[in-house]
């Protein structure tokens, strides 16, 4: 079970990812129905970060913020695994 977790929370950081680099490229308002499933699946995870952190202009630390605890969550699961 926790392998199954351990796999969702890489596919959470590549759709993560995936959103870092649409920013750069797509529209905010694009209906492109990739880009819209992208922000529906992440929006639960980087909208509660980004109203925590302090504003900082025009960069969005969020993803940053949101990997590194994807990254800490894996850690800890890989070591339960690993037992």
């Known amino acids: 079970m926790?392998?199954?977790v351990y796999?969702?929370?890489s596919l959470v950081q590549l759709l993560i990812i995936a959103r870092v680099i649409l920013s750069w490229v797509a529209s905010p308002?694009?209906?492109n129905s990739v880009v819209q499933l992208i922000r529906q699946v992440t929006?639960?995870?980087l909208?509660?970060?980004q109203s925590i952190l302090p504003r900082t202009g025009?960069?969005?630390?969020s993803p940053m913020v949101a990997l590194f605890a994807i990254y800490v969550l894996q850690n800890l699961i890989a070591?339960?695994?690993m037992g």
Do not use: H
Request: aromatic share 14%.
């Open 2 to 4: 926790l392998y199954v």
């Open 7 to 9: 796999q969702f929370l």
């Open 29 to 31: 308002t694009s209906r």
């Open 43 to 45: 929006d639960p995870i």
């Open 47 to 49: 909208v509660p970060i």
């Open 58 to 61: 025009m960069f969005d630390l």
């Open 79 to 81: 070591g339960a695994i």
